[in-house]
């Protein structure tokens, strides 16, 4: 009972002692955990420690991202299983990530399962927990949690937070959104952002920026060639001032 209170204890700011332990890269008490939820052979992992957020929606992978400790990161990584080799063949392998927590969201997590989706695994008050699965609809409910929020991570945050419009963001969003030194070389985001480009990224770049100022281009060409010719036909056909012919008729004596 002790351990279960200690693994779902957390500080003020929402912090678990997995989390600090990211916070202060303590390889050894992740490893702890790591056997924690590996311990019954017999029963599934119970990985509900690495699944569990802070108020600023960071599980301890994505906190280790955005801390920049990448060396947390890819510990949590190997240890947990998100990545698993599939098969080796001398120097070649292949491997098959989990990116439940590294680019996307989903209720099922990276490690682990979590029962009623990201909402349970935040950590207010248990009693507000309770009143918004009770009546998910109820303004006074959602008028509490923002209050929560406000109090947890200030206004704006809770301005944002809507249910249903925020979910906590990935390990690659961190690692772009804070510009983490160092994420540019984890193979991981390298190759997730290399297919986003070549499946996605890189026709919506050309349809909504390139073509656009291709258009913009034409437009404004056409346009000063339009009126140059303008300004060309009225000079050609513009009188000769009464100076310019005094000056002619002086050059002509």
Avoid at 47 to 65: E, G
Avoid at 74 to 99: D, F, P
Avoid at 114 to 131: D, K, S
Avoid at 206 to 232: C, D, W
Wanted: some cysteine; hydrophobic content about 40%.
């Amino acid at each position: 009972k002790f351990v279960k209170e200690f693994l779902e204890d957390h500080d003020s700011f929402g912090n678990t002692a997995l989390h600090m332990a990211v916070w202060y890269q303590d390889f050894a008490a992740i490893d702890w955990f790591v056997k924690k939820a590996t311990e019954k052979p017999e029963a599934p992992a119970d990985w509900s420690a690495f699944n569990r957020l802070n108020y600023a929606l960071q599980t301890p992978l994505t906190l280790a991202v955005f801390l920049g400790y990448l060396n947390i990161f890819r510990h949590i990584v190997k240890e947990t299983g998100i990545r698993q080799s599939v098969w080796e063949y001398g120097r070649c392998s292949h491997s098959k990530t989990n990116l439940g927590q590294i680019d996307s969201w989903q209720s099922d997590m990276t490690v682990g399962r979590q029962e009623g989706g990201y909402m349970n695994v935040w950590l207010f008050p248990l009693q507000l927990e309770l009143a918004i699965e009770k009546h998910p609809d109820d303004e006074e409910v959602w008028k509490d949690f923002r209050k929560v929020v406000t109090e947890s991570c200030g206004p704006k945050a809770a301005k944002m937070w809507r249910k249903g419009k925020t979910r906590p963001p990935g390990a690659l969003q961190l690692a772009v959104r804070h510009e983490i030194e160092g994420a540019s070389n984890e193979e991981i985001f390298t190759t997730l952002i290399q297919k986003k480009w070549n499946d996605y990224a890189r026709l919506v770049y050309t349809i909504t920026a390139i073509l656009p100022y291709i258009g913009f281009l034409i437009g404004i060409t056409m346009y000063v060639n339009h009126r140059a010719s303008k300004l060309k036909d009225a000079f050609d056909t513009e009188p000769v001032a009464q100076d310019e012919k005094d000056i002619a008729e002086l050059g002509s004596v």
